[in-house]
Structure formats: C-alpha cells, structure tokens
C-alpha cells in the first residue's frame, strides 16, 4: 500500500516534499517511541530497580551508538523493535524514482528482479525486512501500471493459500521455522502478509 500511495503523491508533490512528508509521518513517531520507551524503561529502573531487556542492552554503550541504534534503529535495533519496519518503510521512499524508472519500463519482469534479489539475497543493510522492498515495488507498480487496486480472482486465490498456509505452519504442523533458511523464511513471511 505504501509503494501504490506514495506514486499517487508523486502526482501532487515533488519527490522531495513526498520524502520530508515521510520523514514527518514515519520516521519522526518512530524516533518519539524510541525515546519514550527509553524512557520508560529508566523510569522503571529508577523506580522499582527492574531491569528490563532494553534497559541491560543500553548499558555500556556511548550516547552516539544510543542514539543510531535504539533511537534511529539503523541497524534494524530499535529501543521499540516493533516499530524498526518504519526505518525500511522510509528507506523504499527514497528509492522511488527508480522504482517508477524501472516500472515503467521492466513491467512485471522489474518486480520479479526485486522479488528474486530478496527472496535470495535480501537487501541488508539497506532494508532489514526484505518484504517491505518487496511489496513498495510491487504496490508502485500497480499504480504505475492500473492505476488502482481492485480485488480478483487471482488476489482471492493468494489469499486463501496464504492463509492456509500460513495457520498450517504456525499451528498445526509444528515446524520449526528457524530451520527454515533465508529463502523459504521470506517465503513464509511473503505468504504472511498476504
């Protein structure tokens, strides 16, 4: 969704007030949690001495490394690691020229490139989560190439195998995904968030 609505902003603002909307938007909340749960987590030793994981994990570290992991999370260790896909969120807006460039002229065959590369490769340290450039592409294909999305037959199946897939890995079948290797790994996480 994000790659499909930032191309549709293209149409309305220059590249550089997209990202500086971005910035705004992404990457100045996750900062704000970041600093919060730092907080917190201090607050919390201060107050009853508990420990938490992340207070343990600042220790030791100088302010600059504070500051670009846990607070920038630019190496994917976010003091809120829930929120470290907006890091590679931000990071797939800044490469949308090329990713319109190459749309627009490789079709299907440019979002297959990007699929394979992270299926294979991955993109660290660029992105951490090799689906987000994943699905940018493919969302700022369809608004290059349709121009919207519209659910189909095709989307239905996709959804259904996913599922399915998906509910069988994680509770019927008790495979263990962590033997699973990069690629069927970003496989499944591929199935997942269809």
């Known amino acids: 969704i994000s790659g499909y609505l930032m191309v549709h902003g293209l149409e309305r603002h220059t590249v550089l007030q997209t990202t500086r909307n971005r910035l705004v938007t992404i990457v100045l909340p996750m900062i704000t949690w970041n600093l919060v749960a730092i907080l917190l987590c201090y607050l919390i030793y201060k107050g009853i001495g508990h420990e938490l994981d992340l ?37 797939c807006g800044l490469f949308i020229k090329p990713l319109v460039w190459g749309a627009k002229r490789g079709g299907w065959l440019f979002v297959a490139l990007i699929w394979v590369f992270g299926i294979c490769f991955g993109f660290e340290p660029v992105a951490y989560r090799d689906t987000i450039p994943m699905f940018f592409a493919l969302g700022a294909f369809i608004a290059i190439q349709y121009g919207h999305i519209r659910y189909n037959a095709l989307l239905i199946t996709l959804t259904i195998v996913s599922v399915v897939t998906v509910a069988t890995i994680d509770y019927l079948g008790g495979i263990d995904r962590e033997s699973f290797g990069r690629a069927a790994e970003t496989l499944y996480g591929i199935f997942k968030r269809l």
């Open 55 to 91: 207070y343990k994990d600042l220790q030791g570290r100088s302010l600059l490394s504070v500051i670009a992991s846990k607070v920038l999370a630019l190496d994917n260790h976010g003091a809120t690691e829930a929120l470290n896909f907006l890091r590679d969120l931000f990071i």
